[in-house]
């Protein structure tokens, strides 16, 4: 039998495998051109997209979330918030937005480019003012919170949106407190109505940095106040801290909204049907704001000061570094390493997060008649021993079981 194959045989097939080839590739070349269309037509839609959400934004701010307005107040308009602003302090009385899942995404760049506000009839304060004055111009509306619009954005960086703040303020606890905000809006899913704002009051000194333009007043106290008006069960929280260093961690902060109604003078959320608003600004509690997924779910508050005489909670601990000291707190998570051949008992917060925590060395162990690791765990409890500092976070190392007492023993 002859096996070969004609030479037009061959060439009609490498042919036909060009063709196929050049089919391949020229399918290839639509579907790019296609996916390009629709990259287009997308980066189209994302402006009046990002528009109605603005326009949903101020809109529900109107109907539900504005606090009630005092005589002279002029509320301003901008994209993604609104506001009062205070001419006799120059700075906003308070500042309204809504804080939405778009945070997850939003990776615009900071701006840092401040500016006075056009809107504000009587003037806002200046970079005079700020300038060399040892004071943060401290945002209202987080301008993290709006990296997902350049308009809102940039909105927030008007003088109408600042006030002073001391440097370990805006950027530690305040700051804290922003986060804190935005990963309940992460991974709850829901949007929250963010209202902030200074305490205000008659007395209050001002900025009297050389080249200062106007007077404004430096705050004692900031509150922010949080609604959840849209999940299956509505919500509020608020949170008062000092203009100034904030030892404990952010929950502590928290108060009923209500509290913060009296110490402002406002009004919040007078829209809400009355006994709806009366049930919600009651609330306090952090652990309904936690979700699913948030590395901070399951972090406790520290245990209220004064506690009884030698006893300290997990923040005080700081101050004892050196002596011999119970220290106090609730045992939230627990971890064993093979590498140290330890036992840590977390106290309060979570790692790394955590203020303080407990060493049980495995050689130790024998004096334990129980695991310490699973037995500790979500016990309120009293560890004695000498507080050292380990990586800037104090700790004390138990050697046996009778250095750690549980809270309702150690208080009889």
Known sequence: MNTRVPLVTLLAFAAASLTAQSGLE????????????????????AAPI????????????RSQALPALAAGDEVIEHPGHLLVYSEAHEQPKWTAHIATPDVITGNLARIDTFLMDTKVRTGTSTVEDYWFSGFDRGHLVPSADMRWNREALAATYLYSNISPQRPEFNRDSWSDLEDWVRRTVRYG????????????????????????KNEVSIPELFFKVLADLDGPERKMIGFVMRNGVNEYPTISYAVPVDSVERLTGLDLFPALDDTLEARLEAQRDPQAWYH???PFLGEVEPLPAPLPKGMFNTVQARHQI???????GTVVSTRRTQKANAVYLNFDRLHPAQDFYCTI?????????????EALLRKRVCVTGKVTLYDDIPRISVNNENEILLWEEAVR
């Open 361 to 373: 060395w495995d050689s130790n162990g024998p004096n334990f008649h129980y695991d310490p690791e």
């Open 322 to 328: 050196g002596r011999v000291a119970t220290v106090c």
């Open 189 to 212: 899913g829901e949007r929250v109505f963010v209202i902030t704002g200074p305490v205000l009051r008659d007395g209050l000194p001002a900025m009297d940095n050389p080249g200062h």
């Open 26 to 45: 020229d399918r290839l070349r639509a579907l790019q051109a296609r996916d390009h269309e629709l990259q287009l037509a997308r980066a189209s839609l």
């Open 50 to 61: 990002d528009s109605i959400k603005l326009a949903i934004i101020r809109r529900d701010l």
């Open 292 to 294: 699913p997924g948030d």
